[in-house]
């Protein structure tokens, strides 16, 4: 059970700012499914690392024309591909072997809210990027005082690029759409992020909401 594990005394710090954006915080039964599935957990997250790059990349490929965005997002699919080869090595040293996951709802239901007409469509796209990273984020440092010492020095470490990869996302989210419009946006997605992350989940995934009764 969660509350007889030692809580080890590794501070984790999170800019405020990021914990003000997101709608509020990892329920506890997702900490304590994670810390009962770890294998589950280190798989979907390397599975998140990989979608992560190749999302920057579409991006890349999609927007060609705007060299800073281009800049941006190369750097991050680069970071993202490491910590994906960091998971693997984890898997590798633990002995968990590869196999499919299905995915969880939780991006698929961010971007069914990204409207379909430009510049919008990117607006939304970034914002829905920040929104991921900020809770992958989060969920790093709500797992980070359970883990075994390898795997909470880990976590501990990618917070920084998960938090920069956020503050990208929303930064040009506010270049191509303004600072109003992104306001909206981000209201807008709010709650269906947190519906996401407090409803019932059938599966456990990373970024999974609640495990849902006998699951």
Known sequence: MLQE?????????LP?????????????AWVQAALAQQDVLLLDHRNCELKAAA????????YSHDAQLAMSLSKLAREE?????QVL???????IAL?????????????AAVRTHEPAKLVDTLVVGAFIEARSCERFAALVP??????????????????????????FARRFGGEADVRRTVDRIRPIEQSLIESPDAEFRFHSGCPASGA
């Open 16 to 28: 405020p700012d990021l914990l003000a954006f997101l709608p509020c915080p990892t329920p506890a």
């Open 99 to 111: 196999r499919p996951l299905t995915a969880s709802r939780y991006a698929v239901g961010l971007r």
């Open 89 to 95: 090595r984890l898997l590798k040293r633990r002995n």
């Open 146 to 171: 359970h883990l075994d010492d390898e795997l909470a020095a880990f976590y501990a470490g990618l917070l920084q690029s998960e938090a920069r990869h956020y503050d990208n996302y929303l930064q």
């Open 55 to 62: 999302s920057a990349m579409s991006l890349i490929a999609r």
């Open 81 to 85: 591909l490491v910590h994906h080869e």
């Open 5 to 13: 594990m030692p809580v080890k005394p590794l501070p984790v710090m």
